[in-house]
């Protein structure tokens, strides 16, 4: 069974940093990409960051691009998100999904 679990949100000050966690299980990391998502109130869903299966090719929205990185660690079967130079428009829930599969999301909250 496929399962993922977020961590990592918190509050922060514009221009601060987080780093979210996403635990997995059943699956590999060369079968398929995982991806980060994002979903503020009233807005649509967003794709923020996206690592893929095989070599690990990383693919950013122009929202993120030059802040956040995508990593995972295999051994540890969890992919992180690296958020700098936060910003209020970054607030969201952030989710990882694999294969259509997401976790149940972890609330970033940047003040100004």
Same mark, same amino acid.
């Given at each position: 069974?496929?399962?993922?679990?977020?961590?990592?949100?918190?509050?922060? %000050?514009?221009?601060?940093?987080?780093?979210? /966690?996403?635990?997995?299980?059943?699956?590999?990391?060369?079968? &398929?990409?995982?991806?980060?998502?994002? %979903?503020?109130?009233?807005?649509?869903?967003?794709?923020?960051?996206?690592?893929?299966?095989?070599?690990?090719?990383?693919?950013?929205?122009? /929202?993120?691009?030059?802040?956040?990185?995508?990593?995972?660690?295999?051994?540890?079967?969890?992919?992180?998100?690296?958020?700098?130079?936060?910003?209020?428009?970054?607030?969201?829930? &952030?989710?990882?999904?694999?294969?259509?599969?997401?976790?149940?999301?972890? %609330?970033?909250?940047?003040?100004?």
């Amino acid at each position: 069974e496929v399962q993922l679990v977020e961590s990592g949100g918190a509050l922060v %000050q514009a221009g601060g940093s987080l780093r979210l /966690s996403c635990a997995t299980s059943g699956f590999s990391y060369d079968d &398929y990409a995982v991806g980060w998502f994002r %979903q503020a109130p009233g807005k649509e869903r967003e794709g923020v960051a996206c690592i893929s299966s095989g070599h690990g090719d990383t693919y950013y929205a122009d /929202s993120v691009k030059g802040r956040f990185t995508i990593s995972r660690d295999k051994a540890k079967n969890t992919v992180y998100l690296q958020m700098n130079r936060l910003k209020p428009e970054d607030t969201a829930v &952030y989710y990882c999904e694999y294969n259509g599969v997401r976790g149940q999301g972890t %609330q970033v909250t940047v003040s100004s």
